[in-house]
């Protein structure tokens, strides 16, 4: 299946947002910003709603999904929405009994370690994402313009919750069976390419207008071991996407020692988290792709004058890359004041403006 003639960026409504068109490259009328993690944590309506109920089942929910997605939306202006999921929602549909713990994250209590634990890998059934596809669809729906950006979570950074069981430090466990068994490594890789493109695939043809793949742990693998073990798959993930016509954005931390890895797949942009400064992070890929990034989000807590100064540095930098989506270096932080980020939002939008008269 391709994009119907229907899907947002197919019939115009997204076509000429400004977060499409600096994601293909171009500096528009606007400079767009949004925030990951935008969706949920910070938001007093987003606690609301969940009341205590089950993080996973709130993703599988289609009208509560939908409407966590665009509460950020409406309160700040953000310039595109957030699918409101998580990385590991397809290795639930896959049938493994992970779940996410208050406080803590994704966690699976008979991690995968072995050869043998390979065999509860089961394909992800495409019947399976129609929660998915659903909540998708109800969300673009009520955004008009405002595109909807679909998401997974990279191999690597699945993997690593499958064989650590839980949230880990520095991922040691993952890293020593990438060496000490490299085919179940490459098997359980592979898997994780699938299930996860998949489901960056529902959410495109749904109607999201770009992807981004999230491989959140990847700083603490080595440029080689990258090269050799994780770039193979993360490649893979990414071909799930071939022929749909929609931006891709690739986001890890840590990133610095691998970008030009980063800048060789099929992806349109680059997120940049807030340790490299966008004019290097842009030297150092030959300015060769848009960047997205990367506000300092612990100093979402700091003065607003000493806030401004940093958004004015980061803003200044990210000139030298081809476009820039104006975004935080990692996730908006929980106890986030939600009227800082819609002062940031505010700001942005008005600085370019006033930068261009
Ligand atoms: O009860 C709750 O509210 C749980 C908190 C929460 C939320 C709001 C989790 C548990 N996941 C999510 C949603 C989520 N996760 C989104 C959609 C909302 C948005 O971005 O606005 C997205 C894109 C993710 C992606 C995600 N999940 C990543 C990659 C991005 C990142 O922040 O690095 C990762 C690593 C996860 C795993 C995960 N899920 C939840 C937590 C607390 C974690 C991290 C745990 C850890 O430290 O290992």
Known sequence: MTLTEQHPIMDGRTTS???????RGERGPRLPVWFMRQAGRSLPEYRALRAGGDMLQACLTPE???????????RHGVDAGIFFSDIVVPVLLAGLPIRIEPGRGPVLDDPIRSASDLARLRPLDAEALEP??????????????????????APFTIAAYLIEGGPSKDQARA???MHADP????TLLDWCADITGQFMRAQVEAGASAAQLFDSWVGTVSALDY?????????????????????RIHFG????RILTQIAAFDVDAIGIDWRIPLDEASRVIGDTKPLQGNIDSALLSAPWPVLREHVDDVLRRGQRAPAHVVNLGHGVPPETDPDVLTR???YIHEHDAASRE
């Open 253 to 256: 931390l840590g990133t610095d």
């Open 132 to 153: 998915i596809r659903a909540a998708v669809a109800l969300t673009v729906a009520e955004l008009g313009s405002t595109p909807l950006i679909g998401f997974g979570g």
């Open 175 to 177: 890293r020593a069976m």
């Open 64 to 74: 509560l999904a939908s409407e966590i997605t665009l509460q950020p939306v409406r």
């Open 17 to 23: 947002a400004p977060l499409v068109r600096a994601l």
């Open 344 to 346: 940031l939002v505010a």
């Open 227 to 247: 090269e050799r073990s994780v770039a193979p798959h993360t490649r893979r993930a990414l071909a799930h996407l071939d022929g749909l016509d929609v931006p």
């Open 183 to 186: 085919q179940s490594w490459a």
